[in-house]
C-alpha cells in the first residue's frame, strides 16, 4: 500500500469509528487504534478551543449517548465528503470538509465541519497525532 493509500484509509477508519448505526455505540478500540501515544484532539467552538486528550474524548462521546438516547437509537453518521492531503517523507496533514447527520429530541442536525488531521509515519503505519474541527 503506499503513503498516500494509507493516510486515506486510516482517515477513513476514522469516521467508520465515530460513526455509529441505530442502537449500536462507535467503534472505540478501532478509533484508539488511529492513534500515537499523547494525541490531543481540539474543539474550536466560537473561537474557543476545548483541548481533548483521546480517553477524555471517548468517555465525553459516550457520555453524550448515554444522556441523549435517540443519539444511539437512531445512529450518528459522520463522512467525509471532500479532502486535500499534504505529505512530506514521514509527516501528512488532511483538511477534511465532512457532513454529520444525527437527531436529538425529534429534531434531525445536518452539519458541514473540517478536520485538521495532523498523521505522522512511526513503525510502517500512519497514526494520528492531532486533530483539530470547527463545526
Known amino acids: 500500500m503506499t503513503?498516500?493509500?494509507?493516510?486515506?484509509?486510516?482517515?477513513?477508519?476514522?469516521?467508520?469509528?465515530?460513526?455509529?448505526?441505530?442502537?449500536?455505540?462507535?467503534?472505540?478500540?478501532l478509533?484508539?487504534?488511529?492513534?500515537?501515544?499523547?494525541?490531543?484532539?481540539i474543539e474550536?467552538?466560537?473561537?474557543?478551543?476545548?483541548i481533548f486528550e483521546i480517553l477524555q474524548f471517548e468517555n465525553e462521546m459516550k457520555e453524550?449517548?448515554?444522556k441523549?438516547?435517540?443519539?444511539?437509537?437512531n445512529g450518528f453518521q459522520e463522512k467525509e465528503i471532500e479532502s486535500s492531503i499534504y505529505?512530506?517523507?514521514?509527516?501528512?496533514?488532511?483538511?477534511?470538509?465532512?457532513?454529520?447527520?444525527?437527531m436529538i429530541n425529534d429534531q434531525k442536525f445536518d452539519q458541514?465541519?473540517?478536520n485538521?488531521?495532523?498523521l505522522c509515519k512511526t513503525k510502517n503505519e500512519w497514526k494520528i497525532i492531532s486533530i483539530m474541527w470547527n463545526e
Not at 474550536?44 to 476545548?50: A, D, E, H, T, Y
Not at 441523549?68 to 437509537?73: A, C, F, Q, R, T
Request: glycine content about 2%.
Open 112 to 114: 458541514i465541519g473540517e
Open 64 to 66: 453524550a449517548f448515554i
Open 44 to 50: 474550536n467552538r466560537n473561537g474557543i478551543n476545548r
Open 87 to 102: 505529505q512530506n517523507k514521514n509527516n501528512a496533514f488532511c483538511i477534511s470538509k465532512y457532513k454529520k447527520k444525527y
Open 68 to 73: 441523549n438516547v435517540e443519539l444511539l437509537k
Open 3 to 29: 503513503d498516500s493509500d494509507a493516510i486515506k484509509a486510516t482517515i477513513s477508519n476514522l469516521y467508520k469509528a465515530i460513526s455509529s448505526d441505530e442502537n449500536k455505540m462507535q467503534d472505540w478500540i
Open 116 to 118: 485538521y488531521i495532523q
Open 31 to 41: 478509533f484508539r487504534s488511529l492513534f500515537e501515544n499523547k494525541s490531543i484532539l
